[in-house]
């Protein structure tokens, strides 16, 4: 009204009818005991009280519409604790987008999260002491489908690095050659030590392990100073290779996959479904297509 200055016009921009209006009206000046238009020749206008509270109704409706709009968000969302078993380093998960896009779809959403390697990782899901995870396996996840419900997310490739001026041991050498050399080996747990395991076996020969450890930084660390061959991510391998000069091993590589899990009986549950949906999202950019 105070913008239109005309009943009729008010009413058609609220889509009520003159009378209804009307009736607002004057329920409003009723009950709160100050009159705040007054009617002129050429329609309505704002009293001095009306032209004094109108910054302040305009703020209560301002108030009004966020709150109907904060309802709206939440109509849907899900609250809770989400327990999140993540592996290797957040950037290789996207996991700031990830976090960041559950909180905006979901504010009563908080987040647990719980770092180890795959094998470990997998565990506590199982036992239930995690609702998702992160996990890594070789190309299909086949190990995993067996086991859980299943968002693949990305394959990638591991390869053989090896220390500054190892080239000539390394260039052009496969499997039965590099295992007579000496590996920095990972625990039962890792990923790492999964896959070499497998292609070892089938080569018929054992892994000469001089080191364990369990954090890839610190593997390529030992590469870096002349220790042993390790496995590493390729986009780590390169970066190493272009940085400190560690030699790539160019006759063998590793491919693997990423994916993304939860125990099969609990994929419908509103929050972790919440979780599944969203990183299925970040990767690639949209809903699950039914990955299991």
Known sequence: MAREGNLTRAAERLFVTQPALSLQLKKLHESIGVMLFERRPRGMRLTEAGQKLLPAAERALTAAAEFR???????????????LGTIVDPEFLRMGPFLRLLAERHPGLSFELSHGMSGAVARELEAGR?????????????????????????????????????????????????????????????????????????????????????????????????????????????????????????????PAELGFICRQECQEEPLIAAAMNIVEEVWHGGGRSGAS
């Open 69 to 83: 709009a904060a309802a709206t968000r939440l109509k849907g969302s899900v609250t809770g604790r989400l327990r």
């Open 130 to 254: 995690l609702d998702v995870a992160y996990a890594l396996g070789p190309p299909g996840l086949a190990e995993l489908k067996d086991r859980f419900y299943v968002v693949t997310l990305t394959a990638f490739v591991y390869r053989v690095i090896a220390p500054a001026g190892w080239s000539g041991q390394v260039r052009g050498k496969g499997w039965r050659d590099l295992a007579r050399l000496p590996w920095i080996g990972t625990p039962p747990d890792s990923v790492h030590s999964r896959l070499l395991s497998r292609i070892f076996a089938a080569e018929g020969v054992a892994q000469r392990v001089v080191a364990r450890v369990d954090l890839e930084p610190s593997m390529i660390d030992l590469v870096k100073s002349g220790v042993a061959l390790a496995l590493a991510r390729e986009s780590l391998a390169l970066r190493a290779a272009h940085a400190e000069g560690i030699v790539i091993a160019d006759a063998v590589s590793v």
